[in-house]
C-alpha cells in the first residue's frame, strides 16, 4: 500500500470520526425530543372545527375559511419538513466532491448549528406541533454533519468541534430534563433572531469581499428562502408567536441575500474553481 494511499484511507477515517461524533450527539438529542413529545400537550392553534370541516368536505360541500387555513397551514408545514430533509444535501455533497471548504464562513455554521438548537428547544418547550418546527430538526442534524466535514476541510483546530460538542449536549440535556421554562425559552428566541442575522452576516460579508461565493449551493440558499416564506404563514396559523414570525421574516430577507450573491458572483466562483482545478493537476 502506497503512502498515497494510506494518506487518503487516514484522510478518511478522521471524516468519518468527527461526522460520527457531531451526527450521533445531534441524533441522540433528536431521539429524546420525540420520547418527550407525546408528553407535551400542543399550545398552539388548533385547527378550527376539524371533524365538522372532514365531513363537509366530504359530503362535496366547501367548508369554512378557517378550517382551509388550518388545513393549508398542516400541509405546508409538512412540505417544508419534507424539503427540509434534503435542505443541506446539496451543500454537503458540493464541499464532499470538491474536498475544500472553501467560501463557507465556519462562523456562520457554527452560529445556525446554536439557533437551530434554539429553534428546536423553543417548539418543544411550548409544546407546538410538529408540523410548526418539525424542520429546525431536521435541518439541525443536517447541519451538524455539514459542520464537522467543514471542520476538517479547513483544519479547524479541535478545541473548536469539542466546544461545539459540549454546548449542543448541555444545551440538549437542559431542555430535555425539564429545566427549560416557557420564560425562558421565549426570551431566548427573542436572542435567537440576532443569532441568525450574526450567522448570515458573515457570510454575506465574506461573499461581498471575495467577490466568489465558493461552495454555497444555490440550491439549499434558495429552499432557506423559500422556507422561510412559507413558515411566516404557517406561524402565523399555528400561533407560534411574534418572534418566530419576526424572526422567519428576518431569515427570509439575509437568505433571499445569499441567494443574489451566488448568482451574482456566478462567473468569477466558476473561474476561481477552474484555477483550483488546475492547481490540483
Not at 407535551?40 to 392553534?45: Q, Y
Not at 368536505?57 to 409538512?78: E, H, I, T, W
Not at 439541525?140 to 483546530?157: M, V, W
Request: hydrophobic share 50%.
Amino acid at each position: 500500500m502506497t503512502a498515497a494511499t494510506l494518506q487518503k484511507v487516514a484522510e478518511a477515517t478522521c471524516v468519518k470520526g468527527w461526522c460520527a461524533a457531531h451526527t450521533s450527539l445531534g441524533f441522540g438529542v433528536f431521539a429524546g425530543c420525540l420520547l418527550r413529545v407525546r408528553h407535551c400537550s400542543p399550545k398552539g392553534k388548533q385547527p378550527a372545527g376539524g371533524q365538522e370541516g372532514l365531513s363537509t368536505l366530504q359530503s362535496g360541500r366547501m367548508p369554512d375559511a378557517s378550517f382551509l387555513k388550518a388545513l393549508v397551514s398542516k400541509a405546508l408545514g409538512y412540505a417544508i419538513i419534507a424539503g427540509a430533509s434534503l435542505l443541506k444535501v446539496p451543500q454537503i455533497l458540493g464541499v464532499l466532491n470538491s474536498g475544500s471548504a472553501a467560501g463557507l464562513n465556519m462562523a456562520s455554521f457554527e452560529l445556525e448549528n446554536i439557533g437551530f438548537s434554539i429553534h428546536t428547544a423553543y417548539g418543544f418547550v411550548l409544546g407546538l406541533p410538529f408540523s410548526a418546527f418539525g424542520e429546525a430538526v431536521i435541518i439541525l442534524l443536517q447541519n451538524t454533519f455539514l459542520l464537522a466535514i467543514i471542520y476538517y476541510y479547513a483544519k479547524a483546530p479541535l478545541w473548536r468541534g469539542f466546544l461545539m460538542i459540549l454546548l449542543t449536549a448541555c444545551g440538549g440535556w437542559f431542555v430535555l430534563s425539564g429545566n427549560a421554562t416557557e420564560k425562558m425559552i421565549m426570551s431566548a428566541y427573542e436572542l435567537n433572531n440576532f443569532i441568525f442575522m450574526a450567522a448570515r452576516l458573515p457570510q454575506i460579508l465574506s461573499n461581498y469581499k471575495a467577490k466568489d461565493t465558493g461552495q454555497l449551493s444555490l440550491i439549499t440558499a434558495f429552499m432557506s428562502t423559500a422556507g422561510c416564506l412559507a413558515r411566516i404563514f404557517t406561524s402565523i396559523q399555528e400561533g407560534a408567536g411574534l418572534s418566530m414570525v419576526r424572526g422567519f421574516c428576518i431569515g427570509g430577507v439575509l437568505n433571499l441575500i445569499i441567494v443574489f450573491q451566488i448568482l451574482w458572483y456566478a462567473k468569477n466562483t466558476r473561474e476561481q474553481a477552474k484555477k483550483q482545478a488546475k492547481k490540483k493537476d
